[in-house]
């Protein structure tokens, strides 16, 4: 078979989490011991899956719905995906609850971490002592928030202690309208801000997904992101590989990160060179708000 560059985005069916976020639907859910233990094995089958696949370069994000770092499985995996010689980079969006000791045995060029600190969830120095221990580590990581009103001196702090190095990214909130002064506030903390404001016009636009990226549950169905619900096939029985290829987003708009960077009519993937999974800007981001394709629409 031909070789691939391929970059996964993988989300098993662990969907508990140690938080209680009210604008999550998977606040403090917890999963039974079974769901759990069908969790690990469906992790460890395809970190196995990945790590056969000499002939390839694969690229992972994990995006769990709970969060995974608190569960052994996902930072073994991270440590051992990491260390192949075949995996560009292993990534994980997580709320950093866990303990970071263990990324001293992962190859820090390669593992990298996408944070989000949730205040009122943890305490903000907790939340900062492990930002400071991952810079230490030298483990690369964004830093991020969602934008609400209530989180704004939350932010503005976070963005005064972090390292002019670390990105601090801002999130829209789901089902909020940011008025133009409301905006300059979170683009002033985030630059690239803009990018989330608004959902993207993405209908039959070309997009990297179902091509050169994918998306992968814990039975091995492939589809081509997270929010495109038909199948290609199936990961462990290769038949996803003959359906892939360049096609148009089939919804009307993109309104995630994780989905709308990969559209080829935004600029993100020159904007996040060499950091596209931990949302890792190629350089500082400029104060000046970045040009936003007209193709997007106000959140409603």
Request: aromatic share 8%; proline share 7%.
């Amino acid at each position: 078979m031909k070789p691939m560059d391929l970059t996964i985005l993988y989300r098993g069916p662990l969907a508990s989490c140690d938080y209680a976020c009210p604008y999550c639907p998977f606040a403090k859910r917890r999963d039974t011991p079974g769901q759990l233990r069908a969790d690990r094995a469906a992790l460890e089958r395809f970190t196995a899956w990945a790590a056969a696949q000499t002939g390839d370069r694969l690229s992972v994000l994990f995006t769990p719905w709970g969060e995974g770092l608190v569960r052994s499985w996902y930072r073994r995996a991270l440590v051992e995906l990491s260390r192949l010689p075949h995996i560009g980079r292993v990534a994980v969006q997580t709320n950093l609850s866990c303990r970071t000791g263990w990324l001293a045995d992962a190859d820090r060029d390669k593992v990298a971490l996408w944070c989000t600190y949730h205040p009122g969830q943890t305490p903000y120095d907790r939340f900062l002592g492990k930002c400071r221990d991952l810079a230490e580590l030298g483990v690369r990581h964004s830093v991020g928030i969602v934008g609400l009103d209530g989180h704004l001196d939350d932010a503005r702090r976070l963005r005064a202690a972090l390292p002019e190095e670390v990105y601090l990214w801002v999130n829209a909130a789901e089902g909020h309208t940011y008025t133009d002064e409301e905006a300059g506030r979170w683009t002033a903390l985030d630059p690239l801000f803009p990018y989330s404001r608004r959902p993207h016009e993405s209908a039959g636009l070309p997009c990297r997904t179902g091509e050169s990226v994918i998306s992968v549950d814990g039975d091995g169905t492939v589809r081509r992101c997270h929010f495109v619900r038909a199948e290609l096939g199936n990961l462990y029985d290769g038949s996803y590989r003959r359906a892939l290829g360049p096609r148009g987003c089939p919804l009307a708009v993109c309104d995630c990160h994780i989905g709308y960077v990969h559209l080829e009519t935004l600029p993100l993937y020159d904007v996040f060179a060499g950091g596209v999974l931990e949302r890792i800007p190629a350089r500082r981001p400029s104060p000046r708000s970045p040009s936003v394709p007209e193709r997007s629409l106000e959140r409603q």
